[in-house]
């Protein structure tokens, strides 16, 4: 059984970083995207960045590009996704997702495996 651990979320000032982590059990998927959505209360869930190999086939959402760094460790199946200079905007619960398809994509019902999400809460 694939699962998927968040770690990470909490709660910071305007400004400030945090850093999420997403452990993969079950199944590797180094060959395969790994990556995060976010959603906010009352708004739909949005792609964030996803990437196969750290600079391979790697996107973001223009509202994080510069700002979030997502990398990855294949030999400890893990995605982590650096988030700096945070803005109130990005409070949301974050899911890590996972696929089995070849390449990068930023629609949500492409992934098959996603977390239980973890909450980051961004104070101005």
């Known amino acids: 059984q694939v699962q998927l651990v968040e770690s990470g979320g909490g709660l910071v000032q305007a400004g400030g970083s945090l850093r999420l982590s997403c452990a993969a059990s079950?199944?590797?998927?180094?060959?395969?995207?790994m990556g995060w959505f976010r959603q906010a209360p009352g708004k739909e869930r949005e792609f964030v960045a996803a990437?196969?190999?750290?600079?391979?086939?790697?996107r973001y959402a223009d509202s994080v590009k510069g700002r979030f760094t997502i990398s990855r460790d294949n030999a400890k199946n893990t995605v982590y996704l650096q988030m700096n200079s945070l803005k109130p905007e990005d409070t949301a619960v974050y899911y890590c997702v996972a696929s089995t398809r070849v390449a990068v994509t930023i629609t949500s019902n492409t992934y098959n495996y996603w977390g239980q999400g973890t909450q980051v809460t961004v104070s101005s």
């Open positions: 079950g199944r590797t998927f180094s060959s395969y995207p």
């Open positions: 990437t196969i190999r750290s600079g391979v086939d790697t």
